[in-house]
T-cell receptor, first 110, second 115 residues
Framework: AQSVTQPDIHITVSEGASLELRCNYS??????LFWYVQSPGQGLQLLLK??????LVQGIKGFEAEFKRSQSSFNLRKPSVHWSDAAEYFC????????FGAGTILRVKS | GAGVSQSPSNKVTEKGKDVELRCDPI?????LYWYRQSLGQGLEFLIY????????KSGLPSDRFSAERTGGSVSTLTIQRTQQEDSAVYLC?????????????FGQGTRLTVV
């Protein structure tokens, strides 16, 4: 069965600083990986997805993620955080069903 | 419709009552998921429907929870004899196929409060 671990419950970064949100997955076959964002009062929106090929994938809003098979990781990054990025971020893996991690709440301080 | 629609958006019920939550997926989407989102608990998988296949019910927390999907479209999640710990946001998602490389689109959720 697949599972996802997001080790950081909360992260606070200064506006303009770089960001990395960690995600580790467990799945016996080729993983299909996703990052979603949930802004306050909003539904979940897909940021990016990885299926195969280039291990660095680009998403919306300036986000990117790198798939590292040897580390079973799919960390989300952004070079310069904006105040509007404050939200909850979810990593997910799709095997026979779509399973999410517990989420990381991002706070941005000015 | 243009997106996944869930109703009601908010529901307050008394402990012990039954509730039904509705999900209208995107037209033509064959896969449908239900999740529960409690404070600090992330998205907990509940049940997955795919076409005419038997649903994956492995995430339902107790036999008070059940779901059906009629005609491969609308789905209803039923919680019987509600308890306070059932209070959460219930999210529905649909995707165009069971293939692993298809993304899921989410509704706005139903916030259930059991008093």
């Amino acid at each position: 069965a697949q599972s996802v671990t997001q080790p950081d419950i909360h992260i606070t970064v200064s506006e303009g600083a770089s960001l990395e949100l960690r995600c580790n997955y467990s799945y016996g076959a080729t993983p299909y990986l996703f990052w979603y964002v949930q802004s306050p009062g909003q539904g979940l929106q897909l940021l990016l997805k990885y299926f195969s090929g280039d291990t660095l994938v680009q998403g919306i809003k300036g986000f990117e993620a790198e798939f590292k098979r040897s580390q079973s990781s799919f960390n989300l990054r952004k070079p310069s955080v904006h105040w509007s990025d404050a939200a909850e971020y979810f990593c997910a893996v799709k095997g026979n069903k779509l399973v999410f991690g517990a989420g990381t709440i991002l706070r941005v301080k000015s | 419709g243009a997106g996944v629609s869930q109703s009601p958006s908010n529901k307050v019920t008394e402990k012990g009552k039954d509730v039904e939550l509705r999900c209208d997926p995107i037209s033509g989407h064959t896969a449908l998921y239900w999740y529960r989102q409690s404070l600090g608990q992330g998205l907990e998988f509940l049940i997955y429907f795919q076409g005419n296949s038997a649903p994956d019910k492995s995430g339902l927390p107790s036999d008070r929870f059940s779901a059906e999907r009629t005609g491969g479209s609308v789905s209803t999640l039923t919680i019987q004899r509600t308890q306070q710990e059932d209070s959460a946001v219930y999210l529905c998602a649909s995707s165009s196929s069971p293939r692993q490389n298809t993304e899921a689109f989410f509704g706005q959720g139903t916030r259930l409060t059991v008093v």
